[in-house]
Every structure is written in C-alpha cells, then in structure tokens.
C-alpha cells in the first residue's frame, strides 16, 4: 500500500495570504489527523477528521481549519497567515481500527 | 489535559551500545496509549513501538523496548546494539482510549549514534 502524501511538500507565502495543504491517507483509512511541529512549541495536534466528520479539535485558532472529503482525503486551510504559523505541517492517517497513525512527509510552510 | 515530559533534550551513545530515553506523563484516564516515534533528517515521523496501557507487559520490537510504569506514568524506551540509523529525534507520544487520535507529543530526545 502506497503511504500517506502530502502535497506540496514546500510553500512559501506571505503575511495576510492564506494557504491549503493536502493530506492524502493510507488506502481504507478513514481517520486524517493534523499536527503543527515548530521548535519552539514541538508537536502540536491541530484537528482530526473521521469519515468527514471533525472528531478532535485542538487549541489553535480560529484561522486554522479542516475539511475531509468522501474519499478520506483532507485538506486544512490556514487564512490570514501570520509570521508564527511558519512550521512543518504532519498529516497522520489511521484505519480506525488500530490505535496506530501513520504519518506522511509533511509541508514545510514558510510565512514571509 | 495530558502532560508529556521528555527530561532529556540530547543524548549521546556509542555503535552497539544500549540506550534509555525517558519520558514521564500525567494523566487522570485509565485506558490510554503510549507510542514512541522517531523523526530522523528526513522529517519523517516513523512509528518505534506502542504500548497499551491496560496490558502490564511491555513490548518489545526488535532492538527497541520499553519499561511501562503504569503507577509511576514513566515510559521508557530502550534501544539495544545501536546503529548509526538510529539518529534521530525521539519523540514519546500519549493518546487517550476510545476518543479518536489525538496525539500528545512530549518535546523529545535528539539522539547521537558515534561510530
């Protein structure tokens, strides 16, 4: 089985543009969780998605936002970017049937 | 709120040699999970091992173990004979049962193989 991408995997954009990252799961998993990984907050989980469906929602704002399609696939949307939300983006899928998630390569976000 | 602590920012070990990471939580569930995770260069999250909290015996994966506390919420991880693949970053991981996957990170553990 193919494992989970990311598309794209490096983006640049400036203050104030907003930005979406793809997140594509493991064939048959249903579950899509996202996560924010910068040095100085570490591993942050954003939100989680269960057959389209926001599960989970982490302590971020408003401005950070998800959608899952019928197919598993996600997408998250950061509007209004500011210069702190530069990071590296996780995507992690899981079947919902384990407890395990499988992370894909991440989308590295540059906010200038 | 579940908490993660990972006391040790770096650590340094020697090829074939045996190395424990610590890593210490708070948490007032019950069932619950515990995973270690290793993020090398690449950025590549890449699961270690797992632990289900209701189960006492700790597992165990190839050269990777873990000693699970329950009463103490200590978690540690072993890595045996190790390799200069195993460089990374390592990060312990809390998830609550039966709540969807939400994974707490701790701030992890940035390992050194030497040759």
């Known amino acids: 089985k193919a494992g989970v991408t990311q598309t794209p995997r490096y983006l640049i954009k400036t203050r104030g543009q907003q930005v979406t990252l793809s997140c594509s799961p493991i064939s048959g998993h249903r579950s899509v969780s996202w996560y924010q990984q910068t040095p100085g907050q570490g591993l942050q989980f954003l939100f989680e998605?269960?057959?389209?469906?926001?599960?989970n929602k982490g302590n971020f704002p408003g401005r950070f936002s998800g959608r899952q399609f019928s197919n598993s696939r996600s997408e998250m949307n950061v509007s209004t970017l500011e210069l702190g939300d530069s990071a590296l983006y996780l995507c992690?899928?899981?079947?919902?049937?384990?407890?395990?998630?499988?992370f894909g390569p991440g989308t590295r976000l540059t906010v200038l | 709120a579940q908490t993660v602590t990972q006391s040790q920012p770096e650590m340094s070990v020697q090829e074939a040699e045996t190395v424990t990471l610590s890593c210490t939580y708070d948490t007032s569930e019950n069932n619950y999970y515990l995973f270690w995770y290793k993020q090398p260069p690449s950025r590549q999250m890449i699961l270690v091992i797992r632990?289900?909290?209701?189960?006492?015996q700790n597992a165990t994966e190839n050269r990777f173990s873990v000693n699970f506390q329950k009463a103490a919420k200590s978690f540690s991880l072993k890595i045996s004979d190790s390799q200069l693949g195993d460089t990374a970053m390592y990060f312990c991981a809390f998830m609550k049962h039966d709540s969807g996957y939400a994974l707490n990170f701790g701030k992890g553990t940035s390992l050194l193989v030497t040759p």
């Open positions: 632990q289900e909290a209701y189960k006492q």
């Open positions: 998605y269960f057959s389209e469906t926001q599960r």
């Open positions: 992690a899928s899981s079947s919902g049937l384990t407890d395990t998630q499988y």
